[in-house]
């Protein structure tokens, strides 16, 4: 059952976040075409700071889910009920604070702001708000309990067709030359269609859910842990392009924000597999089945570990020839192909996502107070490196700073979790490494001869990304048999008896 609902979950996330990048990359070039560069920058900087404003929920669902995994494995519907009222009890005073600020940034900010007039930056910060605020009164607390229980793939859904609405009205709005304000606008409410989804869902399959049970404060004990994880967590990923918009101005972060759509797309599609297996683990953790636990980890970190030098080993090929194309027909006055910027984008994501495999056990674990802080540490290192290395280096200090911080923390996460959770060797995440580092240093040189830094289309560049992701996965598949070959026999049989019972 749990191995069914991970494979679910993994599909739809999939399906999700295939779609969402698809959609992201359609609206940049259509807002710095229509609006110019500066308002591009100035959208992504607000959707940023509109992260930052979100913080006044941290915490509350990762610690909520924590607490409803014993209640839902004893089927104590009481206790469930208690904590998901805790739930969304939080979520409301939370999002009562985030409306605030959002009315106080749509006043304040765009004192900061030149060249594009009061109103518009006001109204902008306004509309892009809408969407946060739903996450805090409706979003937030379905979220919980959805992940709890395991049925990822319903917010998979909702959020996919969020976003094809979202994108659909908004092209609509700017091919009909109407204000930025009101593309944002139409895209913010009709986004609201996803928590349709989700109330109609929870109504109907957790209808155990009590809403007179007292709300359990005390159930969800690990929050202001969860909370110096969160806010840790959202500089380190999110600072990046409002550093840019203060210290090297709106057209920086505007070019920033292209490469970093691109990647962040990559990001997302190697995270699909901990977000849809994360609350499998707590129920294996919670039950104490630690030898059922060492075997899954050592599976899934050496999938992971596969997967994620495959793509950015052909990330580093393609992202160039990618961005000749994208950036086209964008703006003359502002220089968008930078292949040092984009080397360094790939050396960013691999030292990211090295770390997920052991992220996703120390948050199924809860170990939210024994690790914060080492988050803040990492965050630290983030906001230091960043803001001295752009001023030293410009766009591209924001990445070498981000390089600094993730490489410490994906370290430190892979010997905390083996050494307290799996307790086992280092050697053989170290290991798993080594061999994927050497690997792509090797493809990257054979891909580099073949394939060429600028293209004029997207099927040239499609055929070339097709024959670059197919050499590189049977170099890597051939090497993972020599390196690692009892995972891969498991694997094997892993999916051998899956095939079985389907059949």
Same mark, same amino acid.
């Given at each position: 059952?749990?191995?069914?609902?991970?494979?679910?979950?993994?599909?739809?996330?999939?399906?999700?976040?295939?779609?969402?990048? @698809? =959609?992201?990359? $359609? +609206?940049?070039? &259509?807002?710095?075409?229509?609006?110019?560069?500066?308002?591009? !920058?100035? /959208?992504?900087?607000?959707?940023?700071?509109?992260?930052?404003?979100?913080?006044?929920?941290?915490?509350?669902?990762?610690?909520?889910?924590?607490?409803?995994?014993?209640?839902?494995?004893?089927?104590?519907?009481?206790?469930?009920?208690?904590?998901?009222?805790?739930?969304?009890?939080?979520?409301?005073?939370?999002?009562?604070?985030?409306?605030?600020?959002?009315?106080?940034?749509?006043?304040?900010?765009?004192?900061?702001?030149?060249?594009?007039?009061?109103?518009?930056?006001?109204?902008?910060?306004?509309?892009?708000?809408?969407?946060?605020?739903?996450?805090?009164?409706?979003?937030?607390?379905?979220?919980?309990?959805?992940?709890?229980?395991?049925?990822?793939?319903?917010?998979?859904?909702?959020?996919?067709?969020?976003?094809?609405?979202?994108? @659909? =009205?908004?092209? $609509? +709005?700017?091919? &009909?030359?109407?204000?930025?304000?009101?593309?944002?606008?139409? !895209?913010? /409410?009709?986004?609201?269609?996803?928590?349709?989804?989700?109330?109609?869902?929870?109504?109907?399959?957790?209808?155990?859910?009590?809403?007179?049970?007292?709300?359990?404060?005390?159930?969800?004990?690990?929050?202001?842990?969860?909370?110096?994880?969160?806010?840790?967590?959202?500089?380190?990923?999110?600072?990046?392009?409002?550093?840019?918009?203060?210290?090297?101005?709106?057209?920086?972060?505007?070019?920033?924000?292209?490469?970093?759509?691109?990647?962040?797309?990559?990001?997302?599609?190697?995270?699909?597999?901990?977000?849809?297996?994360?609350?499998?683990?707590g129920e294996v953790i919670v039950k104490g089945k630690n030898d059922v636990l060492k075997a899954a980890?050592?599976?899934?970190?050496?999938?992971?570990?596969?997967?994620?030098?495959?793509?950015?080993? @052909?990330?580093?090929?393609?992202?160039?020839?990618?961005?000749?194309?994208?950036?086209?027909?964008?703006?003359?006055?502002?220089?968008?192909?930078?292949?040092?910027?984009?080397?360094?984008?790939?050396?960013?994501?691999?030292?990211?996502?090295?770390?997920?495999?052991?992220?996703?056990?120390?948050?199924?674990?809860?170990?939210?107070?024994?690790?914060?802080?080492?988050?803040?540490?990492?965050?630290?290192?983030?906001?230091v490196g960043q803001i001295v290395f752009t001023y030293m280096f410009g766009i591209y200090g924001v990445?070498?700073?981000?390089?600094?911080?993730?490489?410490?923390?994906?370290?430190?996460?892979?010997?905390?979790?083996?050494?307290?959770?799996?307790?086992?060797?280092?050697?053989?995440?170290?290991?798993?490494?080594?061999?994927?580092?050497?690997?792509?240093?090797?493809?990257?040189?054979?891909?580099?001869?073949?394939?060429?830094?600028?293209?004029?289309?997207?099927?040239?560049?499609?055929?070339?990304?097709?024959?670059?992701?197919?050499?590189?996965?049977?170099?890597?598949?051939?090497?993972?048999?020599?390196?690692?070959?009892?995972?891969?026999?498991?694997?094997?049989?892993?999916?051998?008896?899956?095939?079985?019972?389907?059949?």
């Open positions: 059952m749990r191995t069914k609902k991970a494979l679910k979950n993994i599909v739809f996330n999939f399906i999700q976040q295939l779609i969402g990048i @698809v =959609v992201n990359f $359609i +609206l940049p070039p &259509l807002i710095i075409g229509r609006f110019g560069d500066s308002i591009n !920058g100035l /959208v992504q900087t607000i959707r940023q700071m509109m992260q930052y404003a979100q913080l006044t929920g941290a915490g509350i669902g990762a610690s909520s889910t924590y607490a409803m995994y014993k209640p839902l494995h004893e089927q104590n519907y009481h206790t469930l009920s208690g904590v998901y009222n805790a739930t969304k009890k939080m979520f409301t005073n939370a999002g009562n604070l985030f409306t605030i600020i959002v009315l106080i940034l749509s006043v304040g900010y765009p004192f900061f702001v030149e060249g594009i007039d009061f109103k518009t930056v006001a109204l902008s910060v306004l509309v892009i708000g809408i969407s946060g605020i739903s996450e805090f009164y409706v979003y937030g607390k379905y979220q919980s309990i959805i992940n709890a229980n395991q049925d990822n793939y319903i917010i998979a859904i909702a959020q996919t067709i969020g976003n094809v609405a979202n994108v @659909v =009205v908004s092209v $609509i +709005l700017i091919y &009909l030359n109407c204000n930025i304000v009101i593309v944002l606008l139409g !895209g913010s /409410v009709i986004y609201l269609l996803r928590i349709l989804i989700l109330t109609r869902f929870v109504r109907s399959n957790y209808q155990y859910l009590d809403p007179n049970v007292r709300p359990m404060m005390d159930l969800i004990d690990q929050r202001n842990d969860a909370i110096v994880h969160q806010i840790s967590g959202l500089i380190v990923l999110s600072s990046s392009t409002i550093i840019l918009s203060l210290m090297c101005g709106l057209e920086e972060a505007s070019v920033y924000s292209v490469y970093a759509l691109v990647f962040g797309g990559i990001n997302t599609i190697c995270q699909i597999v901990a977000t849809a297996i994360y609350s499998s683990f980890f050592n599976v899934y970190e050496c999938l992971f570990f596969f997967a994620i030098f495959i793509v950015f080993t @052909v990330a580093y090929v393609m992202i160039m020839p990618f961005i000749s194309i994208y950036t086209n027909n964008l703006s003359v006055n502002v220089e968008y192909f930078l292949p040092l910027l984009g080397s360094l984008f790939v050396f960013v994501g691999i030292a990211n996502n090295l770390r997920v495999p052991a992220r996703t056990l120390v948050d199924a674990a809860g170990h939210f107070k024994r690790t914060r802080n080492r988050s803040v540490v990492e965050m630290i290192i983030n906001l990445l070498l700073g981000c390089l600094a911080s993730y490489s410490y923390r994906t370290i430190d996460f892979i010997l905390y979790t083996n050494k307290h959770i799996i307790k086992q060797s280092n050697l053989v995440s170290i290991r798993r490494i080594v061999v994927g580092f050497a690997a792509s240093i090797c493809m990257v040189l054979l891909l580099q001869v073949i394939v060429p830094l600028r293209m004029t289309g997207y099927v040239e560049w499609v055929i070339y990304g097709f024959i670059a992701t197919f050499a590189t996965s049977v170099v890597f598949f051939i090497i993972y048999i020599i390196f690692d070959q009892k995972t891969m026999k498991e694997i094997y049989n892993i999916l051998k008896n899956i095939l079985k019972k389907s059949n």
